[in-house]
């Protein structure tokens, strides 16, 4: 089976990888392809890139900048002077990548900047692997009717909707009238339990220190604020036809119930296992079937006990916001997602405190809300969610104030 992968160089990326050679070292069966990885995209860690290219000989290659592909171009020549490779960058580059001939994408890109390229493959027929979750937050129904008109299975990589995926697939449940409710559950990050007023001056060092998983910088900020939860809420109603009432939030610090499924008749079945983002990736690589795993397995008289608890939303407003978002659907969303990532862009650069976050997420919905520059759109089309991401930026840009 051929793959590509956008974000080769980040974390979900390099543990698809690392997936990929533990399923070659094995003999090819029907639930162990073999798989070959013809096509990688990452930013401008062209270093590592290089490394990964030569390593599964990548005939397609992109890269954030031309002056990035030119860097690229040299470690390769300089390593192999025979090796060949398409090198593409920027937009056209991911496009280059989305669209390779393969079976299955693996969107492991960061932000609202997965949107087209992950269009662009479910447009040719192939298979998504989804661990973008900003693809379906800014524009799910686009994204999902695509799915369908095209015939493309999207295979969700986050811990959390694999759990779903995988408990609501592990009954014979045809119709979904049974579901009663989704239990999205989250770390809580590093600063459960505390104040909203204490969170004032936490530095970026502090908000990096997350308990359970190992992440970039973005999602990790986002799982400090309970962002990564609210951008989860909504990835979860598009990828299972659910609306916000059918999903609860619970904080489970141990990270061992990755998610649980309730149905009409009060059964729970719920996904566990021990915090290894391999899970997911290998499964939704080798779906329907299930390899074996190096992962360490489960021992739950050793963990000892589980805890969950209700989020706190007066502490960590973020996902108030995010609730709001998916309440009220239309280009909200994509609005809010793009507030987000520009916020926590200040923050990582020390430019902002971390409750500002909130703040300019709370500010740019409400002024999206009673705009007449970029009015609220219930069933916007792609060029209006796109237009309403821009707006978005470009609002936080010119008002300092926010």
Known sequence: ??????????????????????????????SNPHIEVAALAAGSNVEVL??????????????????????????????????????????EGLIKVATADVKMLVTAIVGMIGLKPTLAAIDKGIDIALANKETLVVAGEIVMRAAKD???????????????FQALNGVNERDRSALKKIILTASGGPFRGRSYESLENVTLKETMNHPTWNMGSKITVDSATLMNKGLEVIEAMHLFGVNTSQIEVVVHPQSIVHSAVMYND???????????????????????????SNTKS???AEIGALTFERPDLKAFPCLAHALKAADTRGTLPAVMNAANEVAVGLFIKNKIKFNDIQYIVNRVMDEHLNSSECSFVLHPSLEEILAADKWARNFIINNQEV
Do not use: C, W
């Not at 992968?5 to 990888?17: D, K, V």
């Not at 095209?150 to 779903?164: C, G, K, Q, R, Y």
């Open 150 to 164: 095209n015939n493309v299975n999207i295979l969700p990589v986050d811990s959390e909707h694999s759990a779903i």
């Open 298 to 300: 489960l021992d739950l």
């Open 50 to 91: 290089a490394k990964q290219a030569l390593e599964f000989n990548v005939s397609i290659l992109s890269v954030k900048s031309s002056e990035d592909a030119v860097k690229l171009k040299d470690l390769l020549q300089d390593a192999k002077p025979d090796f060949k490779a398409e090198i593409y960058f920027g937009d």
């Open 266 to 292: 009060g059964s729970v079945i719920a996904q566990m296992g021990n915090p290894d983002m391999k899970v997911p990736i290998q499964l939704a690589l080798t779906y329907p079937y299930r390899a074996e």
């Open 1 to 30: 089976m051929k793959i590509a992968i956008l974000g080769s160089t980040g974390s979900i990326g390099t543990q698809t990888l690392q997936v990929v050679r533990e399923l070659n070292s094995r003999k090819k069966t029907n």
